[in-house]
């Protein structure tokens, strides 16, 4: 069982930067790839940045490609999704994901969610 932590949301205005974090509990961190996705209400919930377990290949949504950037620390069992120049229209809850499975994530059926934080970007 792994339990994902978001946390670093919170209001920003257009053109600012957020940090967030989702830290996981459990001992088999590094052996899950993990993902950042978002929602906004009434819309499905869309992928936004992968990174697998194994090499640290990253997949970015191709809207955030260049301004979004997510990395891992596996000796504090934390992925991190830094977020510049964002825009009013990415306001949504951000989730983190784990699967053992890289393909799975990618697919948006991970094994484990977060419970999402709040990201709101202001014009």
């Known amino acids: 069982q792994v339990q994902l932590v978001e946390s670093g949301g919170g209001l920003v205005q257009a053109g600012g930067s957020l940090r967030l974090s989702c830290a996981a509990s459990?001992?088999?961190?590094?052996?899950?790839?993990m993902g950042w996705f978002r929602q906004t209400p009434g819309k499905e919930r869309q992928s936004v940045a992968i990174?697998?377990?194994?090499?640290?290949?990253?997949y970015y949504a191709d809207s955030v490609k260049g301004r979004f950037t997510i990395s891992r620390d596996n000796a504090k069992n934390t992925v991190y999704l830094q977020m510049n120049s964002l825009k009013p229209d990415e306001t949504a809850v951000y989730y983190c994901?784990?699967?053992?499975?890289?393909?799975?994530?990618?697919?948006?059926?991970?094994?484990?969610w977060g419970q999402g934080t709040q990201v709101t970007v202001s014009s």
């Open positions: 990174i697998s377990r194994s090499d640290g290949t990253t």
């Open positions: 994901a784990a699967a053992q499975n890289f393909y799975a994530i990618l697919r948006g059926t991970p094994d484990y």
């Open positions: 459990g001992r088999s961190f590094s052996t899950y790839s």
